[in-house]
C-alpha cells in the first residue's frame, strides 16, 4: 500500500473545488482563502466532537481563523479598490 505525504492527505480530506463565481485574481484567491477556513473549522469542530480539544480551545482557533479570512477579505478589498 503506497504512504500518503502530507500533501496528499490534505487534498484528499479537504478537497479544493473550482470557482464559479466571477472572475478576477481577488475572488480567486479570497475563495481559496474561504474552502481553506472551512477546511480548518472541519478539523477543529471534529476534534471538539472527539474530544480532543475543549470548547474554549476550539472557539479560540475558530475566532483565530475567522480573524484572518475578515483580514484577507479586507486587504482584497481594498486591493480592488485601488484599480
Same mark, same amino acid.
Given at each position: 500500500m503506497k504512504a500518503f505525504n502530507n500533501s496528499s492527505q490534505h487534498n484528499f480530506l479537504c478537497p479544493l473545488t473550482r470557482y464559479?463565481?466571477?472572475? %478576477?485574481?481577488? %475572488?480567486?484567491?479570497?475563495?481559496?482563502?474561504?474552502?481553506?477556513?472551512?477546511?480548518?473549522?472541519?478539523?477543529?469542530s471534529n476534534l471538539h466532537?472527539?474530544?480532543?480539544?475543549?470548547?474554549?480551545?476550539?472557539?479560540?482557533?475558530?475566532?483565530?481563523l475567522?480573524?484572518?479570512?475578515?483580514?484577507a477579505k479586507k486587504t482584497m478589498i481594498s486591493l480592488d479598490g485601488d484599480d
Open positions: 464559479y463565481g466571477k472572475f %478576477t485574481p481577488n %475572488t480567486f484567491i479570497f475563495n481559496a482563502n474561504l474552502q481553506d477556513f472551512a477546511c480548518r473549522v472541519n478539523y477543529i466532537t472527539g474530544g480532543k480539544l475543549s470548547s474554549e480551545e476550539a472557539y479560540q482557533q475558530v475566532e483565530v475567522w480573524k484572518q479570512l475578515t483580514t
